[in-house]
Each structure stands twice: as structure tokens, then as C-alpha cells.
């Protein structure tokens, strides 16, 4: 567009030359504008335009590549709020989840302290109940009982208790065997969650 408007500019500039008439400014010896100038002055009108046209095409061109690049940049940016966005929503519930191994973890520390507590009992009822048996088997030895049979059976309850007992000591030592493992699951599940 701009070489065609450059063109039309020499064409009117060349037609003004030849149909002009000439103007007279009453000096002697003043001719028109010798052809050689007015080639030159021709040819500084083409290079003009073809500059002014370079320049054009050139600026088009930039002007895209600078559209495109925005594009580019506008895309990337959204890509980057969507993971920021994501990156939040994953720390959220990140930290939900430490609330809740946190929460696990003194609910299960309430229980093994519990329950350590009811063994500390058992054991000392275990080892009353040992004692009475030892001193009971002590008085059959050391007396002559009026029903034996009666003493025997006594003997054997106590022995049936102590039993019983030692077993619920064992079941509650499993126990707390259990929630010690539990809770350290627990601590390292916490660690790697906080660490991540």
C-alpha cells in the first residue's frame, strides 16, 4: 500500500514536472531543473517509499510476533494460576491431614496410657492373688484341715483366678504392644506428611 502511494506520489510529482508550466522569477539566465536532477530527486522518492514499505512490513511483523509472544504469555500465566491454585488446594489438604494423624495420635496416646494403667492394676492384683495362694498352700501344708476337699477347691479357684488374671495381663500387654506400634505408624506418617 505504502509502495503504491508512493508511486502515485512520483507519478503526480513527474506530471507536475512536464505539464507545470514554468514560472518565471523574472531572474535572466534561470532554466528549469535540469533531468538529472529531477532523476535523482526520482530516485530519492522510490528509496523513500521502499523504506517507508520495508518499515511496514517489518513493524506488521513485529506487531505479530508481539501478538503471538502475549498469547504465549497470556496461556503460560493461566497455566501458572491453575498450579498455584492446585499447589494451595494440595497444602490444605496436607495440613487436614496432619490435624487428623495429629488428633490419631494423642487419641491413641490417651489409650495406651490407659491401658497401661489397667495392666499396672492387674499385675498388682496378680501378684496379691499369688501371694494369698502362697500363703494358703503354706496353711494346708502346715495344718491339719477339718475338709481338706473344701481347701482344694478353694485352691483351685484361686488357681483358676490367678490364671484368668494372667491371662487378661497378657491380652492387655498385646494390647498395649499394639497401640505402641500403632502410634509409631502414626509418628512417622506425620513426619513424612510435614516433611513433604
Known amino acids: ?3 503504491n502511494l508512493g508511486l502515485l506520489c512520483l507519478t503526480a510529482a513527474l506530471g507536475a514536472v512536464h505539464a507545470g508550466p514554468i514560472r518565471s522569477s523574472g531572474k535572466l539566465g534561470e532554466k528549469p531543473a535540469p533531468r538529472e536532477e529531477v532523476n535523482v530527486l526520482m530516485f530519492g522518492v522510490i528509496q523513500l517509499s521502499e523504506s517507508l514499505n520495508y518499515v511496514y512490513e517489518t513493524t506488521g511483523a513485529k506487531i505479530e510476533r508481539i501478538h503471538r509472544t502475549l498469547k504465549n504469555h ?3 500465566l493461566q497455566k501458572l494460576g491453575k498450579q498455584a491454585e492446585l499447589a494451595a488446594e494440595v497444602e490444605k489438604q496436607m495440613k487436614e491431614v496432619i490435624q487428623l494423624l495429629q488428633a490419631q495420635m494423642f487419641q491413641d496416646k490417651a489409650l495406651t496410657q490407659k491401658a497401661k494403667e489397667q495392666l499396672s ?3 498388682r492384683d496378680e501378684e496379691e ?5 502362697q500363703k494358703l498352700e503354706t496353711f494346708i501344708n502346715n495344718h ?3 475338709s481338706i476337699k473344701e481347701l482344694q477347691e478353694r485352691a483351685q479357684m484361686h488357681s483358676n ?3 484368668g488374671l494372667q ?3 497378657q491380652l492387655h500387654k498385646e494390647n498395649i ?3 505402641n506400634e500403632h502410634l509409631s505408624q502414626l509418628e512417622t506418617m506425620s513426619e513424612a506428611v510435614e516433611q513433604s
Request: net charge neutral.
Open 177 to 179: 504392644e499394639t497401640q
Open 121 to 123: 492394676s492387674l499385675e
Open 129 to 133: 492373688l499369688k501371694t494369698k495362694v
Open 1 to 3: 500500500m505504502i509502495w
Open 161 to 163: 483366678m490367678l490364671k
Open 144 to 146: 491339719t484341715p477339718t
Open 74 to 76: 497470556e496461556g503460560t
Open 167 to 169: 491371662l487378661l495381663n
